[in-house]
């Protein structure tokens, strides 16, 4: 059996997993640790380095993390400490690890994971994978490959930033029904439609486990599914682009 350890570092935790990675499961326990605040480099570095010692691995790691990755630097800080932008986030996970770890965007972890193991597998043409969280993550997937770092979460709606209308932190903290919530994303995705014109849109995150309880009520274009992996895909995404990586 092929594994690798999958990390994935959001605003409120850090959480990993072994990764079974012929069939995109744990193996064992995913571990979890709040995410240390303020969420600067070294405080998240140091809070990953600890979480992972119980796994005594030593085979590839990877890393979503909730910005751009060019070139192993981190070029964003949308929903994170502002001193990550410009930070050499793969040698710095490096370094601190002790072993090679590839870092990669959080929503490209999860669209990995889609289209390899999930909802996106075996489909055709393109797929754009929304993960509704703290913010807006987007993966771009064409035939089963993905573009990394596209940004759609700060694509502009009516002048604001697409996570500030329809991420699902926007629905829990104005309190907004789950019909006033689907229309805020409805109109996210026409935009977004109009600029990639994709033939399925998936959602994840959390929230994608009450698809029912709001898919029904979008009016979109496109057909639009929930994402399978639900929250396991960032983890289990990076773990398949570290093995690939190696
Ligand atoms: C960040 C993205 C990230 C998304 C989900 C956005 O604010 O800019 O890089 O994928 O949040 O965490």
């Excluded at 909730?66 to 930070?87: E, L």
């Excluded at 977004?192 to 009016?219: E, N, Q, T």
């Amino acid at each position: 059996m092929s594994t690798a350890l999958g990390i994935d570092v959001g605003g409120s935790g850090i959480k990993a997993a072994l990764v079974d990675l012929d069939r995109g499961e744990f193996i064992g326990d995913r571990v979890r640790v709040d995410t240390p605040q303020p969420a600067t480099p070294d405080a998240i570095v140091a809070a990953t380095a600890e979480l992972v010692v119980p796994f005594q691995h030593d085979g590839p790691i990877g890393v979503g993390f909730p910005s751009p990755i060019v070139g192993g630097v981190t070029t964003m800080a949308a929903n994170i400490d502002p001193q990550w932008v410009g930070a050499r986030a793969d040698d710095l996970f490096t370094a601190a690890l002790g072993a090679p770890v590839a870092v990669i965007n959080d929503a490209d972890a999860a669209g990995i994971a889609e289209a390899t193991y999930g909802a996106a597998k075996d489909v055709q043409g393109v797929v754009i994978l929304l993960t509704l969280g703290t913010g807006i993550g987007s993966a771009l997937i064409h035939n089963g490959v993905l573009v990394p770092n596209t940004e759609m979460g700060h694509i502009q709606v009516r002048g604001k930033d697409a996570e500030h209308r329809a991420a699902a932190s926007v629905r829990e903290n104005h309190d907004l029904s789950w019909h006033k919530w689907a229309d805020h994303l409805s109109e996210v995705i026409n935009v977004i439609d109009r600029l990639f014109w994709p033939d399925l849109v998936l959602l994840g995150g959390g929230v994608s486990r009450k698809a029912d309880k709001f898919v029904p009520f979008l009016d979109v274009r496109p057909p639009v599914r929930a994402a399978t992996l639900e929250n396991a895909a960032g983890i289990v995404g990076a773990a398949t682009a570290a093995a690939a990586r190696r």
